[in-house]
């Protein structure tokens, strides 16, 4: 069965360093997402994608955060200055289409931690 | 803003026991999906619901959803301790098709 990928399973970056997470979403979907989980705490919606532009971003995506789908397979998540805070699980997400029914299939997970 | 919330926030079993998680939506939705996420994984997608007031069951796991399309349970009957995990509620909202999730219900299971 085909599977939404992720890499590296685990980042440890310096403060104020950038970090890029990389995603491969399922072949035939369109629809690309980046949520966050801070250690015990629930899955928070970052961003979403279609089409090679940004469909909707939460308060959480500010100018520090960016995406980019640089290729054909692959969808990634870019942290300009990282901060402590952003230490968390970086999970993508990827959909057929972007309907409220559709399902999302979720990566294992990116694990950041901001030293 | 939106937000879904989901209580309990932690439920410890015996083995055998029953086990509910509740969710409630602040706004009225399309549909109510929830996830498993075991321990150190991923949410992984059990179901989705979508008329009101509609039922699902997945052998032990019976889903609702609320008549006024804002409020959803999960209910395993006699609990194992492969059900172990946090049990998270999830609303589609906004033109991004974002899901907003619960806080999540951590089920522990003793054997």
């Known amino acids: 069965e085909p599977e939404v990928t992720q890499t590296p399973s685990h980042q440890v970056t310096q403060m104020g360093q950038e970090v890029i997470l990389r995603c491969v979403p399922i072949s035939n979907h369109l629809y690309f997402y980046w949520y966050r989980q801070i250690l015990g705490q629930k899955v928070e919606f970052l961003v979403s994608f279609y089409n090679n532009e940004i469909s909707e971003k939460s308060e959480i995506f500010d100018d520090q955060f960016s995406v980019e789908r640089p290729d054909g397979s692959n969808f990634t998540l870019k942290i300009r200055s990282t901060k402590l805070e952003d230490s968390a699980m970086y999970f993508c997400?990827?959909?057929?289409?972007?309907?409220?029914?559709?399902?999302?299939?979720f990566g294992p997970g990116t694990r950041l931690t901001v030293l | 803003g939106q937000q879904v919330m989901q209580i309990p926030q932690y439920q410890h079993v015996q083995e055998g026991e029953d086990f509910t998680t509740y969710c409630n939506s602040s706004t009225t939705l399309s549909n109510i999906q929830w996830y498993k996420q075991r321990p150190g994984g991923h949410p992984v997608f059990l179901i989705q619901?979508?008329?009101?007031?509609e039922v699902k069951k997945q052998k032990r796991l019976t889903f609702q959803f609320g008549e006024a399309k804002k409020n959803s349970s999960l209910h395993i009957t006699a609990t194992q301790t492969t059900d172990v995990g946090t049990y998270f509620c999830a609303g589609p909202m906004g033109s991004g098709n974002k899901l907003v999730f619960g806080a999540g219900t951590i089920l522990r299971v003793k054997s």
């Open positions: 997400a990827s959909s057929v289409t972007g309907s409220h029914t559709d399902t999302q299939y």
């Open positions: 619901l979508v008329k009101s007031g």
